[in-house]
Structure formats: structure tokens, C-alpha cells
């Protein structure tokens, strides 16, 4: 499979070839997602709650991302790899914007940056068209924005009422002229997802969006039905790995304390003669 690039997410929107992308937090897993074809692979400052057992999204820190998204990169040789900039890193201002975002590009090895810009703050679009200016892609999000979800009420759907899908369709039209190469859109009402979808010239990428996106992402953890006990009901587990891992534990516990591991087969032996040297020794 050949290596994704911008031009060929935008060409996929045009074909209308749905687009996918995935998180991943350390290099097993991530390898295991490029190898599986997925379009993007997100470094997403959700490992603070998936990985690092944070409350939140807000605590990550700069130097974790950039831990994680090294170690991501070492796996990833297809795939579009983005970095998504944690709380703070790029609303303070633009020099340190774009020297956070430019971080995630030399020593992380990113492909690109993905920036919350919620309802279209000021702010946040402004970060965005500043990094876009530097010449590093971005990827947009809009919707429920788990940094600022305490300023929402929440982590509840955004956009159902005309005047604030109103606003988002204006902060995703404004995401596209600052020239981001894509659109996030979370846990907004799938009409007005579609609606966005229809006016932007980029692909747009959904999480409990519906289906009309150009594109969808998950949390792979929540994908593979591991870990939290809190799944959101737009995160389908497409498997439950946790309950395979809690069975292989409980089984290697067993057999460690029965005796049953390791077998003789699972072991090493000396060679004989060096064996009877220890023991001519005086070692037994």
C-alpha cells in the first residue's frame, strides 16, 4: 500500500472512498494500525484519560505528547501521522503556537497537527491559520472539544439548536479557508454533520457524527473493548480484548502457582559436559 498523503485524503473525498483514522499511543499498536491500512493515525491527547489515567484531557502535557508520538512514528510507515496539541499548547501565543506545532514535526516526526477550535473561538482558528501559515498541515476539530467540554457543560452533543450549528457551520468554513487539509466533527447531530460535510470543498472526519462524513475515527482501546468502563454510545467495540487479556492472566496466574509453567520444553539445558564440570566442581 503507498504511503497517504494530503492530496490523497482530498482525493478520496472527491471519489467519495470513505476516509479512516485511529488512534495510537505507543509503537505495538500503531504498527498494528498501519499495517491494517488505516488512512490517519491520530496521537490524540486522549491518552491522558486511556493511557495515563488522567480525569481528563487537560493535564497532558507537551513533553507526553511528544513521548508518545515518538514512539508511534517508529511503527507507522504508511500512514498519515497527526499529532493533536494538548490544552495550552496553542492558545497562549502565536510564536509559541507555532513552535509547539512545529515540535510535533522535527522532533516527533509527525505529518501533522490537529488543533480543537470548538464553536470557532478567535483564538483557536487563529492558531490554526498560524501553523497552516508556517507550513505545517492542520487538522481542525469541531464539535464537543474535550479540552473546553467543562465551558460546554459536558461531554454532551454540541450544534442542536439553529444558532449553535449555525456557528459550527461557520467555524468549519473558516477551518477550510485557513486552509486546514481536514475537518474533526464530534458528537454533533448527523444532519448538520452532513450539511457540513456537503460545504466544505476537505474532507470531513466524524466521531458520533453519523454516517455522511467523508471519514470516521475512533478511539481504538474503546474499537477493541479495552480498558474504560465509560464507552460513549457513538464507540462501537468491534471486539472485547478485555475480556480475552483478563482470561489469559487469570490462566498464566494458575498455572505459575500449580506448577504448570514454564514447562521443561518452555527452558534452556547446559550442555552435558559442561554440566558434569560444574558438578566434578563440587556445585549441585
Not at 66 to 85: C, I, N, Q, S, T
Not at 131 to 158: D, S, Y
Not at 164 to 193: N, T
Request: charged share 25%; glycine share 10%; net charge positive.
Amino acid at each position: 500500500m503507498e504511503k497517504v498523503t494530503l492530496p490523497g485524503l482530498a482525493e478520496k473525498k472527491r471519489r467519495g472512498e470513505k476516509i479512516t483514522m485511529l488512534t495510537a499511543y505507543d509503537l505495538p499498536l500503531a504498527r498494528l494500525l498501519d499495517e491494517a491500512g488505516v488512512d490517519l493515525i491520530l496521537v490524540g491527547d486522549s491518552l491522558g484519560m486511556v493511557a495515563l489515567g488522567y480525569p481528563s484531557t487537560v493535564p497532558v502535557t507537551m513533553e507526553e505528547m511528544l513521548h508518545h508520538a515518538k514512539a508511534v512514528r517508529r511503527g507507522v510507515k504508511r500512514a498519515l501521522l497527526v499529532g493533536d496539541m494538548p490544552f495550552m499548547s496553542f492558545n497562549l501565543s502565536r510564536k509559541e503556537t507555532v513552535r509547539n506545532a512545529g515540535r510535533f514535526m522535527k522532533e516527533a516526526g509527525c505529518d501533522a497537527v490537529k488543533v480543537e477550535a470548538g464553536q470557532g473561538s478567535p483564538a483557536s482558528l487563529a492558531a490554526a491559520a498560524a501553523i497552516r501559515a508556517a507550513g505545517i498541515p492542520v487538522l481542525g476539530h469541531i464539535g464537543l472539544t474535550p479540552q473546553t467540554a467543562g465551558l460546554l457543560g459536558g461531554f454532551k452533543v454540541q450544534g442542536r439548536s439553529a444558532r449553535q450549528a449555525k456557528q459550527f457551520v461557520a467555524a468549519a468554513l473558516q477551518l477550510e479557508k485557513a486552509r486546514c487539509f481536514g475537518v474533526v466533527m464530534e458528537c454533533v447531530p448527523s444532519e448538520l454533520a452532513a450539511l457540513i460535510t456537503r460545504r466544505l470543498s476537505i474532507p470531513t472526519i466524524g466521531i458520533g457524527a453519523g454516517p455522511a462524513c467523508d471519514g470516521q475515527v475512533l478511539v481504538t482501546q474503546d474499537l477493541l473493548g479495552l480498558g474504560r468502563a465509560f464507552k460513549p454510545r457513538f464507540a462501537r467495540a468491534f471486539a472485547h480484548l478485555d475480556r480475552t487479556i483478563l482470561k489469559a492472566i487469570a490462566q498464566f496466574r494458575r498455572e505459575v502457582e500449580s506448577g504448570a509453567f514454564p514447562s521443561r520444553e518452555e527452558g534452556f539445558s547446559m550442555p552435558p559436559a559442561e554440566l558434569r564440570k560444574l558438578r566434578r566442581g563440587g556445585v549441585k
